[in-house]
């Protein structure tokens, strides 16, 4: 079955430091590959996708790159702020599953604290 | 207002007591999901559904029920709640035919059961 294995955390920077957060991904199929992020108190929002291998999703400085051959999607930013203090979560979807089998699959999520 | 809503925003409960939370979403979405956070487990599927009146079970299903009798509307029940059933409960909607896009999550509802 599909799993989602993201480093665990808690991670904690200082602003404008560089971040990393893995995520390794074991799908059947073609997924699309998500990062949500959930401030505190809140839902969780999406943050970037990827469709396909090599595709690189970005938004709000945030990036991360569909790697097929090393079945990862890793989220970066060059230089945090303490507004992204907040807790990451990778997250897969088969889309050749159909049906009632559609749902994605989530990590555990990583909370990331970044300092002033 | 346009959106995935869910009420209450906190619930306190006696164990045993019936609860029901509330999930509403605008969009017409086929797919609606329940997930409970807890620290240390991540996201974990309690039911969801692919339309109205189709649910199904996801990956802790035990003491919840759930019924989709209308699009918009995806209430969870739990019969009869216990101290382990004291989470942070999330609704989330989805379309198929834009299942690119991801889901689409409410605030949640922080449920504790005394």
């Known amino acids: 079955g599909n799993s989602v294995t993201q480093m665990e955390g808690p991670v904690t920077l200082s602003e404008e430091a560089f971040l990393t957060i893995n995520c390794t991904y074991t799908?059947?199929?073609?997924?699309?590959l998500f990062w949500y992020v959930q401030y505190p108190g809140e839902g969780l929002q999406l943050l970037l996708k990827?469709?396909?291998?090599?595709d690189k999703g970005s938004n709000k400085g945030f990036e991360a790159t569909y790697r097929k051959e090393t079945t990862s999607f890793h989220l970066e930013k060059g230089s945090v702020q303490v507004s992204d203090s907040a807790v990451y979560f990778c997250?897969?979807?088969?889309?050749?599953?159909?049906?009632?089998?559609?749902?994605?699959?989530f990590g555990k999520g990583t909370l990331l604290t970044v300092n002033p | 207002d346009a959106g995935i809503t869910q009420s209450p925003r906190y619930k306190i409960t006696e164990t045993g007591r019936q609860v029901t939370l509330m999930c509403h979403q605008t969009?017409?979405?086929?797919?609606m999901f329940w997930y409970r956070q807890d620290l240390g487990h991540g996201l974990r599927l309690i039911y969801y559904s692919a339309a109205a009146d189709i649910t199904d079970k996801g990956e802790v299903p035990d003491g919840y029920v759930v019924s989709r009798s209308k699009t918009e509307n995806f209430p969870l029940t739990l019969e009869s709640a216990t101290r382990s059933q004291t989470s942070v409960y999330f609704c989330?909607?989805?379309?198929?035919?834009?299942?690119?896009?991801?889901?689409?999550f409410g605030s949640g509802t922080r449920l504790t059961v005394v």
């Open positions: 969009w017409s979405h086929s797919y």
């Open positions: 799908a059947t199929g073609y997924p699309s």
């Open positions: 990827a469709t396909k291998a090599d």
């Open positions: 997250a897969l979807s088969d889309l050749n599953s159909g049906g009632s089998n559609y749902k994605l699959t």
């Open positions: 989330a909607s989805s379309e198929w035919s834009d299942r690119e896009a991801g889901y689409t």
